[in-house]
């Protein structure tokens, strides 16, 4: 695997590759005296980033990926050994890394030169000095980003029908393997499947997702995961001593954070960490270097926003903008501190834990007490979308304050929780809904057959019956106000009104109607006016539906809109206007004219009789029964 750049400490040195030149002797070109020959300068070596210094050589360097080392340990000591493998993950946890420890492990020869492969190269012989330096024959390393074609690949499928030059196994490392094209992908596919038994082929990418399913079936897969802040913290502060760089351990715990699960990140970041400060390295410096807020600040930004006092929230925002840090990063420090809370207050023993900063185990676990998790979750929710709306927004300072004074602004206000038991503490005779009976089916039952009068004296605590619905509109505004949306959707829209005399009602409803309409409706009006209802079918025309009436009265209102002078001339100074709607404030909720009804006598009418016989069927036990139509019963 030849690279383009070779600093390593194998590549031969300036004067192995040019010899010396002689050193000149006698007079000049014009017979002077030759000048004195300053000393040759001694090349200086190229300073290599930590990332790279660092780069792990053993599968015990690997960090946070023990289920990987371990499976490929295993496969090692037992020869099963697969021809492909892919390895996927965020940017920098070790993909690449990973591939390389693999070309080594299967082409290392040992000290003595007799070793097969294992999972401890041993980074002396000469194969794996050459993977280490990048420039071994039968390592090729592709990146599939710049090489996504058919071409591309077509190399790879020849150079797999030779042996290897050196080495013993040929490894064909294709980084970024997802960029490929849908050609390229299926012309690698039978290669893939059923390569020579000296290729082995190690791809890494990180959109497992762009991968064909057909790749990913060829292939052994492992996924690499985020390194925790503890690891990074811990592999952070070794290589901080071993590179002599006095550091503060809240500085390690910033790198760490910021680097979000990547270790090359993390290690970018402790180089410039280093680059940028003189001598020992604060976190102040390293704060302003990554544009956050003070970890303190945080916390008091956060106490004041809970507390109400947007004066402090705005002076603390103001302080952190003057430092530099970015309001847009301050508002996702402020989302991430919340979600700690509430993991603190989800799971009390996390505030023991290690993997937390000092901060969040003291001063947050006396947050999280103080907050509940329905006001936590609220602010979580304020926060996420205030972030969005900073990045839109064009001033992100202004943003910034709006969503803090909307925080502060809801810290006074209950939850929906607390609201809901203030409401039914004070109140929750009237507020909660009257227990229900026995069984369901037969207390409604029971109540459309004239029990529902009976049912409700036997209850102390059940609401005041409400009076008798006057006409059939108020008694569906009635049903409607019960949260009864298809029982009222039916009487609007699939019942004709016979005739309405409470308790009694005589209806015909259309096809579509439910079989059980009456008996639910029956039920209802007995349980809520303590009264036994009446429901009886008809086979009459009766009026039209409550629908029907609105939709005639619109176009009537429409009609004598349209014939108003002023109306007219307006359609006529605008040609192609129309109207669109009329609103007459006279009208109820149904889009009528409100009715004022004549006064009804207490109990069943003197007809009643004469309406509905003594030996008549109760539409509930007639609805109830299969065998009989209800469109062809007649009261």
């Known amino acids: 695997m030849s690279g383009l750049f070779q600093d390593d400490a194998n590549t031969p040195s300036p004067e192995e590759v040019l010899p010396e030149p002689p050193p000149a002797e006698g007079p000049g070109l014009f017979g002077d005296a030759l000048p004195a020959q300053e000393p040759p300068a001694q090349p200086t070596a190229a300073y290599r980033v930590l990332a790279r210094k660092y780069r792990p050589t053993r599968f015990e360097d690997l960090i946070g990926q023990e289920a990987m080392v371990r499976t490929l340990r295993n496969a090692f000591a037992t020869g099963r050994v697969a021809h492909a493998f892919m390895l996927t993950g965020v940017r920098g946890v070790g993909k690449t890394t990973t591939a390389r420890i693999i070309a080594r492990a299967l082409n290392c020869t040992g000290p003595d030169g007799t070793g097969g492969p294992t999972a401890e190269p041993c980074g002396v ?32 499928i020849e150079a797999t029908r030779f042996r290897p030059l050196q080495a013993r196994t040929k490894v064909f490392v294709i980084d970024e393997v997802h960029m490929l094209s849908r050609n390229a992908f299926n012309a690698l596919l039978k290669t893939l499947e059923e390569p020579p038994p000296h290729v082995k082929f190690v791809f890494a990418t990180t959109e497992i997702r762009k991968v064909p399913v057909t790749v990913l079936s060829r292939c052994q897969r492992f996924d690499l995961r985020r390194v925790r802040s503890n690891d990074l913290h811990t592999h952070f502060l070794r290589i901080a001593v071993a590179e002599g760089v006095n550091i503060e351990r809240d500085v390690i715990d910033l790198i760490a954070r910021a680097a979000d699960g990547s270790v090359r990140d993390g290690l970018s970041l402790l180089d410039q960490a280093i680059a940028q400060a003189q001598g020992s390295i604060t976190a102040a410096q390293v704060s302003e270097m990554l544009g956050f807020a003070d970890r303190v600040l945080v916390f008091d930004l956060l106490e004041a926003v809970m507390d109400g006092k947007p004066a402090e929230a705005l002076a603390t925002t103001e302080q952190a903008y003057e430092r530099g840090a970015d309001l847009g990063v301050v508002l996702q420090d402020l989302l991430e501190l919340v979600h700690s809370l509430t993991r603190i207050k989800a799971v009390p023993q996390l505030r023991h834990s290690a993997e937390l900063p000092e901060a969040e185990r003291t001063r947050g676990a006396a947050l999280a007490d103080r907050l509940s998790v329905p006001v936590l979750a609220r602010a979580w929710q304020m926060l996420l979308k205030g972030v969005a709306e900073v990045e839109a927004a064009p001033d992100r300072r202004a943003a910034t304050e709006m969503v803090l004074i909307r925080l502060c602004h809801v810290s006074e206000m209950p939850t929906p929780g607390d609201l809901v038991r203030r409401l039914t503490g004070g109140g929750g005779e009237s507020i909660a809904p009257a227990p229900g009976g026995g069984g369901g089916g037969g207390a409604m039952r029971a109540m459309a057959g004239g029990g529902a009068a009976a049912a409700a004296a036997a209850r102390p605590d059940a609401a005041p019956a409400a009076p008798l619905p006057p006409t059939f509109r108020a008694m569906a505004a009635l049903v409607a106000d019960q949260r009864e949306a298809m029982l009222h959707a039916h009487l609007v829209h699939s019942v004709h009104v ?138």
């Open 498 to 635: 016979v005739r309405y005399a409470p308790p009694v009602i005589e209806l015909r409803p259309q096809p579509e109607a439910p079989r059980d309409l009456a008996a639910k409706l029956a039920a209802l009006l007995g349980r809520l006016t303590g009264t036994r209802w009446t429901i009886a079918l008809s086979a009459a025309a009766g009026e039209p539906t409550l629908a029907e009436q609105r939709d005639a009265a619109k176009v009537e209102r429409h009609g004598a809109v349209a014939e108003h002078p002023l109306v007219r001339a307006i359609l006529d100074a605008f040609p192609g206007a129309r109207i669109e709607n009329v609103h007459d404030p006279d009208a109820d909720d149904y889009g009528l004219p409100r009715e004022t009804p004549a006064a009804q006598p207490d109990g069943p009418p003197a007809d009643l009789p004469g309406f509905a016989p003594a030996d008549a069927t109760f539409a509930d036990d007639l609805l109830y029964d299969s065998d009989i139509d209800p469109m062809e019963y007649d009261a």
């Open 125 to 156: 012989c000469a194969d794996c000095r050459a993977i280490l330096a990048d420039h071994h024959p039968d390592v090729v390393e592709m990146d599939a980003a710049s090489r996504t074609g058919v071409d591309d690949v077509r190399e790879i």
